[in-house]
């Protein structure tokens, strides 16, 4: 998971494309990068770390251009290292910039393809990398080689990418003396939405506005479009590609047409509860789960196996649906777990050891609001069930008589091949072990888990549910290999970070 920003038709570009990037923050913290093109060609600036540190002043002021490309990365594929960090950049054809938010199921075997077929080599172990080749190639061939640069052109590259590439990719590519390009996987498993202002017409060759007058922005989620004042025209479509040229103009097609299955877990947590996505917004699909979980729990405090005095979210991202359960069950809400703002997300975080170390680091209980409580305990998922354990632990030992865990997720069972970090079926809780089994080794009263039905109702649609259903939208044979990838090169991090 990954946040990403394409922005065309301002000279504040760069400055625009960090200020977003700080909105998307919550997407990914391993690296951060910005890539900008005018007529002295590209320039970039990319690192390890937040946003905040990568940028300053001074490198933001060496990236001068009218059109930038913004990624902040959360490593899935890749080994950690600043070679795997966007924006990515391709001399030819054209000259071509690429930023990608999603997995590629099939990386391996594509990136075997190219290596063996088409004799390209690739620099990174980032399967992003993978795209902006078959992206290249299909340009090569749709112009035969040449230097004019059509629609048509693009979309019949999209579409061979679309033909050979399984998995979730919302794409933003950057053309040189061209424009910039969007498109979305066919089953528009991640986000990506277009948005558009007035910046003021064209006052000459060089002052970085559009002929139109107007700016164009794609961002993997709404708040950074509202942040910068951007006016959201729509989602881009699953399997749809819109290019917005140098000129101003704007061309976008369908190139195929599927059944939207996006990703339920964007609305569950990761996504940032200001944005609307696909339409539907984050907060309010939150405030469902709170809801729906409330009736679930209704029927356990009538017949008195629930008997509680507190709803305490788990913050940050359970705190909504929190809200609405306490007011549907009439019971107090109270925020008594302190959070310190300055460690990262737990969740993302790259190993075992570092997760366990960053809950106690994170969380500090108000003992004097918990101590003799019977404390409902809300959190938006249960993944590997380290976080949750520690949690109850903080809780009790801060003096609550009871703690009920509950979850904003129904229990996930199956890896995810799409871009979330949980890859492996060993490392999941609830993919061997029944609720009264996971009660037990969290040590909660009792552990009440969204159903399939509530999150269905909360989100809408047909969303992708395959971690919980295990019924995946697209072809994941090769996941396994994926799987495997990805486990060597996390054993590879951990013994280096080991010195072994
Ligand atoms: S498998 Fe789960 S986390 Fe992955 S895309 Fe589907 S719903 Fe999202």
Redo the contacts with the bound molecule.
Sequence with gaps: MCGIIGIIGTPDAAREAFLGLTTLQHRGQDGAGILTYDADGFHRVKNLGLVESVFTRDNISTLTGNTALGHARYSTVGKGDIIDVQPFLLSYPFGMGMIHNGNIVNFADLKKKLRTQSKRHLLTHSDTEVVLNLFAEGLVQATDGGTDLTFEHICSAVQKIFSQVNG?YSIISMIADHGLVAFRDPDG??PLIWGKKHVGERAGDTDGALDSGEAHMFASESVALGFMGYEAIRDVQPGEVVFITNEGKVYNKVLTKKEA??????WVY?ASPESIIDKVPVYGARINLGKSLARLLKKQIEEKKIEADLVVPVPETSRIAAIALAEELDIPYREVLIKNRYIKRTFILDSQEKRQKAVSLKLSPVRSEIEGKRVILVDDSIVRGTTSKKIIELVRQAGASKVYFVSTCPP?Q???????D?PSPQELIASKRNVAEIEKYLDADAVIYQDMKGLKEAIGGN??????DGK??TDVSAGTRFSEDRTTDRNQAQRRTAGI
């Design positions: 979730a498993l991640r299955r996006h990703c339920m877990f964007e990761f996930i199956h890896p995810c091949y799409y871009g979330i949980f969303p992708c549910m395959a971690c919980l995946y939208p």
